[in-house]
């Protein structure tokens, strides 16, 4: 026992060590150098720093950012989560173009920057961004308007002198050959700054596969349109390599804007998953039949009845999986009321149908009857199974609204 009384944390294994580290976060990690020259150099170890968060640390300035780049951050980094000073009142400079390419230079493989109320009006372009990349996502940030160009402003010409000629011969091959994105995977939330023009500059990013757009408020139905992947006289322009788009308007109240899903009428060629959302929903299942490669649907915060996912459904015939997240259904009408074509009673049959084909196993017991009535959620079930056998439905968080009656 005195043997075990004696040890304390200078007998743990290296590894050991700093599996515990990693519980800590940036902040405490740098207070955690102080300890001891041993831990100071664990700290810098760069299986501590593969994923850091900076969001949650208060007070991070651009002092700081230099001092973890130079001693802590290095080629384990592979996302970066970071929070500017848009909303504070201390302003300043806080990602500058030379802290930018530092970054570049010194974590060759980051894959993901997340960045939180960030000014990035100071950043002439994206290309400034580490060419690595491949996750980019912006919340709540504000961006100037030619920020997603594959081209950087153009600058005066001067001619070199002769001293400049070596140092300068790299970036005469970059002028030859113009750097490409490779960023994959553009999410866009609340960034009240991202316009059609912004929109409209994408279609030159040759490996962009992901695109959300969640509360961007100034991108329209044309200018959606007119980035959709489609076949015109000279090949097939706009957003080719463009596999999942996602598309919600939930934080604003009283928003008359034209809706953007109607942009999803131009067909999107190649499309894959949709995800809508908020009052981007009931626009987006009219247009959503003209999409003849969508295998993928998912719907989320918003209110829907059975009859107008039915009728929508009718033309998906190609879904593999279609999913409700959080979305509250209105209560079904007894009987069911369709105005229109008799596609109505084509519906009910399949209803029907599938609950005679059901009543054997449940026994036609008057508990599951209950539910039925009550409860549009089986009867929606049952009526997908029809439309679309061969899609998997699945159902997260969604409730019923009830009646004040």
């Given at each position: 026992?005195?043997?075990?009384g004696a040890?304390?944390?200078?007998?743990?294994?290296?590894?050991?060590?700093?599996?515990?580290?990693?519980?800590?976060?940036?902040?405490?990690?740098?207070?955690?150098?102080?300890?001891?020259?041993r831990?100071?150099?664990?700290?810098?170890?760069?299986?501590?720093?593969?994923h850091?968060?900076?969001?949650?640390?208060?007070?991070?300035?651009?002092?700081?950012?230099?001092?973890?780049?130079?001693?802590y951050?290095?080629?384990?980094?592979?996302?970066?989560?970071?929070?500017?000073?848009?909303?504070?009142?201390?302003?300043?400079i806080?990602?500058?173009?030379?802290?930018?390419?530092?970054?570049?230079t010194?974590?060759?493989?980051l894959r993901?920057?997340?960045?939180?109320?960030a000014?990035?009006?100071?950043?002439?372009?994206?290309l400034l961004l580490?060419?690595?990349?491949?996750?980019?996502?912006?919340?709540?940030?504000?961006?100037?308007p030619?920020?997603?160009?594959?081209s950087l402003?153009s600058?005066p010409?001067?001619?070199?002198?002769?001293?400049?000629?070596?140092?300068?011969?790299?970036?005469?091959?970059?002028?030859?050959?113009?750097?490409?994105?490779?960023?994959?995977?553009?999410v866009?939330?609340?960034?009240?700054?991202?316009?059609?023009?912004?929109?409209?500059?994408?279609?030159?990013w040759?490996?962009l596969?992901r695109?959300?757009?969640?509360?961007?408020?100034?991108?329209t139905?044309?200018?959606?349109?007119?980035?959709a992947?489609?076949h015109?006289?000279?090949?097939?322009?706009?957003?080719t390599?463009l596999?999942f788009?996602e598309?919600?308007?939930?934080?604003?109240?009283g928003?008359?804007l034209?809706?953007?899903?109607?942009?999803?009428?131009?067909?999107w060629?190649?499309?894959?998953?949709?995800?809508?959302?908020?009052?981007?929903?009931?626009?987006?299942?009219?247009?959503?039949?003209?999409?003849?490669?969508?295998?993928?649907?998912c719907?989320?915060?918003c209110?829907?009845s059975e009859?107008?996912?039915?009728?929508?459904?009718?033309?998906?015939r190609g879904?593999?999986?279609?999913e409700?997240?959080?979305?509250?259904?209105?209560?079904?009408?007894?009987?069911?009321?369709?105005?229109?074509?008799?596609?109505?009673?084509?519906?009910?049959?399949?209803?029907?149908?599938?609950?005679?084909?059901?009543?054997?196993?449940?026994g036609?017991?008057?508990?599951?009857?209950t539910?039925?009535?009550?409860d549009?959620?089986?009867?929606?079930?049952?009526?997908?199974?029809?439309l679309?056998?061969?899609?998997?439905?699945i159902?997260?968080n969604?409730?019923?609204?009830?009646?004040?009656?």
């Amino acid at each position: 026992m005195d043997e075990y009384g004696a040890c304390n944390l200078d007998y743990f294994p290296e590894n050991i060590l700093i599996d515990v580290l990693s519980y800590l976060n940036v902040k405490e990690l740098v207070r955690a150098r102080r300890v001891c020259k041993r831990w100071g150099r664990l700290v810098k170890d760069q299986r501590l720093w593969r994923h850091v968060d900076l969001t949650a640390w208060k007070g991070v300035t651009a002092r700081i950012l230099w001092g973890l780049l130079r001693h802590y951050l290095g080629c384990g980094l592979r996302c970066l989560r970071l929070r500017g000073l848009l909303l504070s009142a201390r302003g300043g400079i806080f990602l500058s173009e030379s802290w930018i390419k530092a970054l570049s230079t010194k974590c060759p493989r980051l894959r993901k920057l997340y960045l939180l109320h960030a000014d990035l009006r100071v950043l002439p372009s994206c290309l400034l961004l580490p060419p690595t990349l491949q996750v980019l996502e912006l919340r709540g940030c504000e961006l100037p308007p030619g920020f997603f160009n594959q081209s950087l402003p153009s600058e005066p010409a001067c001619p070199p002198e002769k001293g400049e000629a070596t140092s300068r011969g790299h970036a005469g091959k970059g002028l030859n050959s113009p750097p490409k994105i490779a960023i994959e995977r553009l999410v866009l939330n609340n960034v009240p700054s991202f316009t059609d023009q912004h929109l409209q500059s994408l279609t030159s990013w040759e490996m962009l596969s992901r695109l959300e757009l969640r509360d961007t408020f100034r991108v329209t139905a044309n200018g959606l349109r007119s980035c959709a992947a489609k076949h015109t006289g000279s090949g097939v322009e706009g957003l080719t390599k463009l596999k999942f788009l996602e598309v919600g308007i939930t934080g604003r109240q009283g928003y008359q804007l034209q809706m953007v899903s109607l942009g999803l009428g131009a067909g999107w060629l190649g499309l894959e998953e949709l995800s809508l959302g908020g009052k981007e929903v009931g626009p987006g299942l009219l247009c959503a039949s003209r999409l003849k490669d969508l295998k993928n649907l998912c719907l989320w915060a918003c209110t829907l009845s059975e009859m107008q996912i039915l009728r929508s459904c009718r033309m998906l015939r190609g879904l593999h999986r279609l999913e409700f997240s959080e979305v509250f259904f209105q209560p079904r009408q007894c009987p069911p009321v369709v105005e229109g074509e008799g596609g109505a009673e084509e519906e009910q049959d399949n209803r029907e149908a599938v609950d005679g084909e059901d009543g054997g196993e449940d026994g036609g017991e008057d508990e599951n009857k209950t539910v039925e009535t009550n409860d549009p959620i089986p009867g929606l079930r049952r009526s997908l199974a029809v439309l679309l056998p061969n899609c998997t439905v699945i159902f997260t968080n969604c409730c019923v609204q009830t009646n004040s009656d």
